[in-house]
């Protein structure tokens, strides 16, 4: 299954780690929105133009270091359909660099309608007989909180298109525990309850590596909740958000790997995406400044959890 290939990506570089390309306007070298500027003018094509030359600078420098990238949707989405070219050219660039990619889009819907969420962001879309790619992700990140049938119409197309889900359990937001902490008349949590199932739907997408096709969102800002799942939960494999500018470090994230240092894959955005402005680094060292985040952030967590595989 695709997340077999995330497993092999992260043993071969030693990183468990994805680069979250999340990127704001105010994120960007002033240098490179005046060259897409000066083309496009300051419009939406302007400004997708230069996210689009910061996520391909970025990536030729984070690609023989990180096994992953992953865009969140909300960015390019913002940018109208400019972005949302963007979001494509950034899928492909990335995968022509050996990445595996996570849609970060959060989806969630029932049916045919989340069929088609599925057609756009894993697999294709017919056309008069042919079938096309639009977007062409590795795994995209859904929302399960409709119940299987939100998640059954995705299943079908990961195992013909070897293809993978990372499904909200417990997300890293301060919030989360309104909903998700709350236990049901059996005594168990909805996040355990939502982990739970996502085990019993990745039976149906098995893998080679133990984990399943059917991962799992866990958020670094609660490591016990990472250490609970991480037992109970042996072959669903963890998106962990959190680490980084909202506060995870190495030691929240520990607890969702198993003895052999797989199990999760950790993301960071903001920290790799800002590490020039962080470091007081000259604009045109934007790219530089990020590998040497991602180099640290892998080193971090390395550490703790010794080597993989």
């Not at 030729?60 to 400019?82: F, S, T």
């Not at 119940?147 to 997300?171: A, M, N, Q």
């Not at 590596?209 to 990472?226: C, F, I, K, N, R």
Request: aromatic share 10%; proline share 5%.
């Amino acid at each position: 299954m695709s997340l077999d290939t995330l497993i092999e990506k992260i043993i071969q570089k030693q990183n468990p780690t994805v680069a979250g390309l999340d990127p704001k306007l105010e994120y960007i070298p002033s240098y490179l929105k005046e060259e897409s500027y000066q083309k496009f003018g300051k419009t939406l094509e302007g400004a997708a133009d230069a996210v689009l030359h910061f996520n391909k600078a970025l990536i030729d420098e984070l690609a023989p270091i990180v096994p992953a990238i992953k865009p969140q949707c909300a960015y390019y989405e913002a940018l109208g359909w400019p972005g949302m070219r963007a979001l494509a050219e950034t899928i492909s660039y990335a995968k022509e660099k050996g990445l595996f990619v996570i849609t970060d889009g959060k989806r969630n819907d029932i049916g045919s309608t989340m069929e088609a969420y599925a057609d756009a962001h894993l697999g294709k879309t017919e056309v008069e007989g042919q079938k096309f790619a639009a977007f062409d992700g590795d795994a995209l990140t859904v929302n399960g909180y409709l119940g299987s049938d939100g998640i059954k119409p995705l299943l079908g197309l990961c195992k013909r298109e070897d293809k993978g889900i990372f499904v909200l359990v417990k997300t890293s937001n301060p919030s989360s525990g309104e909903l998700q902490d709350q236990k049901l008349k059996n005594g168990k949590t909805i996040y355990y309850t939502m982990g739970m199932m996502c085990e019993q739907w990745g039976e149906l997408l098995p893998g080679a590596y133990v984990y399943s096709g059917v991962g799992a969102v866990v958020g670094a800002t609660y490591p016990e909740q990472l250490r609970e799942l991480r037992i109970e939960f042996p072959h669903t494999f963890f998106l962990v958000p959190g680490y980084g500018a909202q506060g995870g470090g190495a030691s929240d994230v520990a607890p969702a790997f198993d003895a052999s240092g797989l199990g999760a894959v950790i993301n960071a955005s903001r920290s790799i995406l800002c590490a020039w402005q962080k470091e007081n680094a000259p604009e045109q060292e934007f790219a530089k400044a990020a590998a040497r985040e991602a180099i640290r952030m892998r080193d971090d967590i390395t550490e703790k959890i010794g080597r993989i595989g």
